[in-house]
């Protein structure tokens, strides 16, 4: 999904009603992500595809239907 975009830094997903994400759909921005904003969603569990990224600083979940 996002090919080519590989120095992208930060990224808002917020207030998408998204429940789930590839596994790999941030493949091509492990090493660049910073900043992600997955916020006010529908999230129950958490996104698989967060463990690829490597570089990230800043994750917001906020808001979600997680369980710990």
Same mark, same amino acid.
């Given at each position: 999904? &996002?090919?080519?975009?590989? $120095?992208?830094? $930060?990224?808002?997903?917020? +207030?998408?009603? !998204?429940?789930?994400? +590839? $596994?790999?759909? #941030?493949? =091509?921005?492990?090493?660049?992500?910073?900043?992600? =904003? !997955?916020? #006010?969603?529908? &999230?129950?569990? #958490?996104? +698989?595809?967060?463990? #690829? !990224?490597?570089?990230?600083?800043?994750?917001?979940?906020?808001?979600?239907?997680?369980?710990?």
């Amino acid at each position: 999904v &996002f090919n080519y975009v590989n $120095k992208l830094e $930060k990224l808002s997903l917020s +207030h998408n009603r !998204l429940s789930e994400l +590839h $596994k790999k759909v #941030f493949m =091509d921005l492990s090493k660049s992500l910073k900043n992600i =904003d !997955l916020s #006010f969603n529908e &999230f129950h569990n #958490f996104p +698989h595809a967060l463990e #690829f !990224l490597s570089s990230v600083e800043e994750l917001n979940l906020q808001n979600n239907k997680l369980k710990v």
